[in-house]
């Protein structure tokens, strides 16, 4: 039975989920607990929220909003608002077929990502469904509407015609698994300054240090409306949004808590949230860098034609043409590790400054003349001449700062004024040798420590790379965080045996 209930801004902030407070009173009459999800509606807004019930802060007959909820969906103060309990669930009942090893029709996939994305299931009984990629793992025809689905849980926005772009739409994304994440803000800018439309939008850490969002989000602002990404796009051709800011696929926003709080990640769900996060932003025409090798998610060259394959056929089922960028890592793309280091190696690339790391502009190089040549912004074998151009005339810096003020930037930030911790430890090497390897799983390890992503100025530095020859007391790397005990944490995190392969 839906009670009718005066609502009262609660000035507490929840973050990504949506709390409401109820007198307990009014949750015994409703017949709800602590904790449950329930269906607030107000005019036509309907919203699954969990519950927190109280004898104190709200009176008999109100319902406090936290701030999330009043602020986005503009429900006043005193408005008659609806409580009721939502009805059961048909995903659910697709879940436990699921992990019964059954196969899903499109009705029940379609039925589970809507609720998902509306947060109606509990985050456990999300976890419920992140294990069925594992087993019993889904088909192809599975796969599509999962896609489809996590698509459509949301808005789906439309680039095409902006600024007499036509239909071409551009974008790259990574599968990730190596440490630095410097490429996308420097291959974005490389690419608009050639008048490619380019609406970029990417994820924070899940099992990496830093995610491209926790990088850029050291020099701008990542968390824009709807309204706001039209506007920048309009204005200079390209953005680089944090996804989670827009109500884009967000079946795939609740998927990935879950695989954030677990750590864990499988290969058909990085194929459905990265297809699926490109059709939201509409996307015609994609790069996906595919980075494998030793400490990678790729190790076993089996898993990267797979899912070199599986891209290629799903995006392709979407009307978006694809090409995939197969390359070999055994460390870091750049010297730095964790959100300012990181974005101090992309104005160093950007800035041409001497200490830039050479490797990783290398690697934009080749993307960039991949996409080019493959859209028809420059002839087969002139695409890497003509993004080392954009970057040597200083239009493709010109470019990242256009974007960075278009969504909220105040200034530009020069390279040398990112300043990582001002605690730091220095590494040095035990005995004489070569650095053959790198293992990312390792860096991982120490930059979480040291307090990355959530802390911006922790990280590592690495002063020595691949192939670099070293003699005993040389300097390996530097460990930066805030607090002495991040610091300890970081430094006994340290284990150079199975961090260097020599």
């Not at 909820?69 to 879940?95: F, Q, R, T």
């Not at 029709?105 to 379609?110: G, H, R, S, V």
């Not at 850029?216 to 796009?233: A, G, I, Q």
């Not at 100025?457 to 790397?477: F, R, S, T």
């Amino acid at each position: 039975m839906a009670m009718y209930l005066k609502s009262k801004k609660i000035d507490l902030g929840a973050g990504k989920d949506l709390f409401i407070v109820v007198h307990q009173s009014d949750a015994d009459d409703l017949g709800i607990n602590e904790g449950e999800i329930v269906l607030l509606g107000y005019r036509d807004v309907e919203l699954y929220v969990k519950v927190i019930i109280t004898d104190t802060k709200v009176s008999i007959g109100e319902v406090g909003l936290y701030e999330e909820i009043p602020e986005e969906y503009h429900i006043p103060e005193g408005a008659k608002v609806m409580i009721d309990i939502p009805n059961a669930s048909k995903s659910l009942e697709a879940i436990k077929k699921k992990i019964s090893g059954h196969r899903l029709n499109e009705e029940e996939i379609l039925a589970i990502m809507e609720d998902i994305g509306s947060r109606k299931l509990k985050e456990t009984e999300v976890a419920f469904f992140v294990s069925t990629f594992f087993n019993p793992g889904f088909d192809n025809d599975e796969i599509k509407w999962m896609t489809k689905g996590m698509a459509g849980s949301g808005e789906i926005l439309d680039f095409k015609y902006i600024k007499n772009n036509k239909e071409l739409v551009v974008d790259k994304h990574s599968i990730g698994g190596t440490a630095g994440k410097g490429i996308t803000p420097i291959l974005v800018p490389i690419l608009a300054a050639t008048g490619l439309v380019i609406p970029n939008s990417s994820t924070r850490a899940i099992t990496s240090p830093a995610g491209t969002t926790d990088i850029l989000e050291t020099v701008m602002p990542v968390s824009v409306t709807k309204k706001k990404v039209y506007e920048v796009v309009a204005k200079v051709g390209a953005c680089m949004i944090w996804g989670g800011s827009l109500y884009l696929a967000p079946a795939d926003d609740e998927i990935i808590n879950v695989e954030r709080s677990l750590k864990i990640q499988e290969f058909q769900k990085v194929l459905v949230s990265i297809v699926a996060k490109k059709i939201a932003m509409g996307v015609t025409s994609v790069l996906i860098d595919l980075p494998y090798g030793k400490g990678s998610k790729l190790e076993r060259p089996d898993d990267l034609e797979f899912l070199s394959r599986e891209f290629e056929k799903l995006f392709d089922q979407f009307g978006i043409k694809c090409v995939t960028f197969k390359r070999v890592v055994k460390g870091p793309d750049g010297n730095g590790v964790g959100p300012i280091l990181e974005m101090r190696d992309c104005l160093r690339v950007l800035e041409r400054d001497e200490k830039r790391p050479l490797g990783m502009e290398e690697t934009v190089v080749a993307m960039a003349s991949e996409i080019f040549e493959h859209n028809g912004k420059a002839k087969k074998g002139e695409g890497k001449k003509l993004a080392r151009e954009l970057l040597d005339s200083g239009k493709a810096l010109k470019k990242f700062w256009e974007i960075a003020k278009a969504q909220g930037a105040k200034s530009e930030v020069k390279a040398a004024d990112l300043e990582p911790g001002t605690l730091k430890h220095e590494v040095v090497a035990p005995k004489d040798f070569e650095i053959k390897y790198i293992c990312t799983r390792e860096i991982v390890e120490i930059a979480r420590a040291l307090g990355t992503p959530k802390i911006k100025e922790a990280g590592i530095y690495m002063e020595k790379m691949v192939g670099d020859k070293v003699k005993k007391g040389d300097l390996l790397m530097t460990l930066y965080a805030t607090t002495q005990d991040r610091l300890e944490d970081g430094i006994n995190a340290v284990d150079l045996k199975e961090l260097f392969e020599i």
